[in-house]
């Protein structure tokens, strides 16, 4: 899964040639996708993903500060280190997805949760969020910092993308058990699980 990331990242080698405006057009419905996943079904249900997502919504219910400040505020220093590695495009193409997807979030705070019913949550939600986040990763951007980090760091230990980035979820998965407690952590865990899979699809279509 995270080489075919690396190959959206890095490289230009895409099936066909889409115009910029119509790149921004396609992340910004997979990020505003991501946030109606994120407010709609999983935070209000205690239900988080992996990543700077997962953090941002551990943080929001520990402050009551919204979550779209800390997905912005959280992102962006990893994107701005990742800059000379991943290229200029990549960087302002994930900048704007998490703009948009900060501001998103924001709108649809005062909306409570469409269910309840964990078994929605985590496949309407999870495959509802996964399709949001692969848009955005297959027209040329991401909504996560942590697999930057995953990036910078896998060039300079033995170490692969997957593992640091699984490395990291796994503490953040952990924290939710002592925040939401363990039957929360558990839906968390399958939600991260369909969140992936239909990622891993999408961005091969």
Known sequence: MY?????????DRRSEYIS????LLFIFCGAFMAALALQLFLMKN??????????????????SIEVGFFLLVLNTPFFCLGYSYLGKRFILFSLF????????????EPYPSLTQDPLIVIFLGGGL????????IRFGGSL?????????????????IGQIVMFLNFFIFLSSIFIFGLKEALFSLATFFVVYKTIDYSIKQ
């Open 129 to 136: 969020l996964g399709l949001g986040v692969g848009m955005v």
């Open 144 to 160: 996560d910092g942590t697999e930057v980090l995953g990036i910078l760091f896998s060039q300079r230990t033995s170490f692969s």
């Open 20 to 23: 910029i405006p119509k790149r």
């Open 3 to 11: 080489k075919e990331r690396i190959k959206y990242y890095l490289t």
């Open 97 to 108: 997805a998490i703009l948009i997807l900060s501001f998103c979030t924001h709108l649809l």
């Open 46 to 63: 205690n239900v988080i993903d992996g990543g700077i997502v997962g953090v941002s919504i551990i943080l929001s219910h520990m402050t």
